[in-house]
């Protein structure tokens, strides 16, 4: 099997997000390595770092998000969309991913599953965080 990119490697971590989500919502136990190897067939340390580095951090994550949600609330989007938004967050603040990498990377997540408005809000979002952890450093 041919080696996967980074990028086809956060569309897995976003299906995943998506199915935990769901799991969650539901109230149907679920085991989050069960639910990375129905979407992944190889092991992969960046899928579990990101996926169990959400499911840690969702709590800040998803306050992260809140703040910079115009009105809004992260639970009012999709599971996508929330799940796009959750990487994107995870990326900037906890991983040693270039900036620009992780908000390019959720913004091109956006463009292909999510509608042109929650694209938008998903860059804007990202883009705040960026620049409020700049202001920080």
Not at 7 to 23: D, F
Request: aromatic fraction near 8%; include cysteine; hydrophobic fraction near 40%.
């Amino acid at each position: 099997m041919k080696q996967m990119t980074r990028s086809e490697l956060r569309k897995k971590i976003m299906t995943i997000l998506y199915q935990i989500n769901v799991y969650k919502n539901n109230r149907i136990a679920y085991d989050v390595d069960d639910i990375i190897k129905e979407v992944l067939d190889i092991d992969n340390d960046f899928v579990k770092d990101c996926v169990y580095g959400v499911t840690t951090h969702i709590e800040q994550i998803d306050a992260k998000a809140n703040t910079f949600l115009n009105k809004w609330t992260i639970d009012r989007l999709g599971f996508t969309d929330q799940a796009i938004l959750r990487l994107g967050i995870y990326e900037l603040l906890y991983t040693d991913t270039p900036d620009i990498v992780a908000i390019n990377e959720a913004v091109d997540l956006a463009k292909l599953y999510s509608d042109d408005d929650v694209r938008k809000m998903i860059n804007g979002v990202l883009d705040k965080i960026y620049h409020e952890k700049e202001d920080n450093e």
